[in-house]
DNA sequence: CCGAGAAACTTGACTGATTCCAGAAATGGT
DNA sequence: ACCATTTCTGGAATCAGTCAAGTTTCTCGG
C-alpha cells in the first residue's frame, strides 16, 4: 500500500491534516480528472461510505487554496476539479457533453498569453479554454465520406 | 429618435419580433458592457417600468442565440452580457470586484489559438480570460472590503 | 494517560442565479 | 382588424453551493 501513501504526503505538504475524507477525495481526483463535485461525492461515498456534503465542498476549498488541487468552472457546467496544478495548462471543452481535455501550454509559464492592451491591470494568469465537439459528440459520418 | 433605432434594426435583421423589453435590453447592454442579468433587470426597469425577470433572461437568451449577444460566465461571478460579437475579443477580469475589461484579440480570427494537441476534438474557438487585478482594486490603496 | 483547544465533520436551513410552467397579452402577416 | 404565433407574467422549482451551529476527532502539553 505504499504507493497509495502520495495523497497523504500532498496533505501532509501543504500543511494539511490527513484524514480519510482528504484523502479519498485526492484519489479520486487522480482517478477521474475534472470531475465535478457531484462525481467526486458519490465516488468518496462508494469509497469509505458516508460523507456528508458539505465535508467534501470542504475538502475541495481547503486543498484549492491550499494549491494542491485546481478548481476550473466552464461556462454551463458546474465546477470541476483536477490535481494538475503546478503546470499552467489549458482545457479543451465539448459544447454538447463537457467533457474536459486538458491542453498543455504552449507558451510555458504563467502568465502564458500577453493581452494586447492591459488597462491598467495587473495580470497574473491567462486562463485558456478552447471549445468544441468531443469525438464521442461528433455528428455521425460515415468514414467513407471524408469531403 | 432615428439614432436609436439601431436596435430595432438590430433585432429585424436577427429575425427577431421588435419589443419594448428586447429593444431596452438592446439599449442598456449598449451603455452598460458586461453587465449581470440583475443589473440589467434593474435598468431595464427604470427605463421601460415592471419589466418580468423571465422576461429579460427570455430576451437575453434569444438575443445569445441569435448571435446579436455574447454570454461571458467569469468563474465565480454570474453571467455578463455584451454586445462585441461580431470579433472574438477577449477578456480582463478582475479577481477582487469582478470588473470585466475587453481586449482586442491579437491573433485574428477564430479560433484565434490552436491546442497544443487536439484529443480529436473539433474546435471552434478559443476563449481566453486574464486573471488580475484592476486598477480600482490595486494594493497601496486601503482595504475598504466592497465584496 | 488525560484534558483543553483547535480542526474537521454532520446536519439542515438557506441563498443566488437561473429555469420551468401555464395562462394572459402583444406582435405582425393577411 | 383578425388570428395564429410568439412573447410576457407570476410563481414555483431547481441546481450548485454556502452558512451556521453543534458534535466528533485529533493533537499536544502536562
Redesign the pocket.
Known sequence: MAELRWANEMLQQAG???????VTVLRVLAERPHA???TIIGAVRSDIG?????????????CTDAGIVR?I?PA?????YELRVRDNHHHLVCRSCGTVGDVDCAAGEAPCLEPSERLGFDVDEAEVVFWGICPDCAPPVREEETV
Request: aromatic residues 4%; without cysteine.
Open positions: 494539511l491534516r490527513i484524514t480519510a475524507p482528504r465535478a463535485a457531484d458516508a460523507v456528508s456534503t458539505q465535508a467534501v465542498y470542504n475538502v475541495l476549498q481547503v478548481r468552472q454551463g457546467s458546474p465546477a470541476r
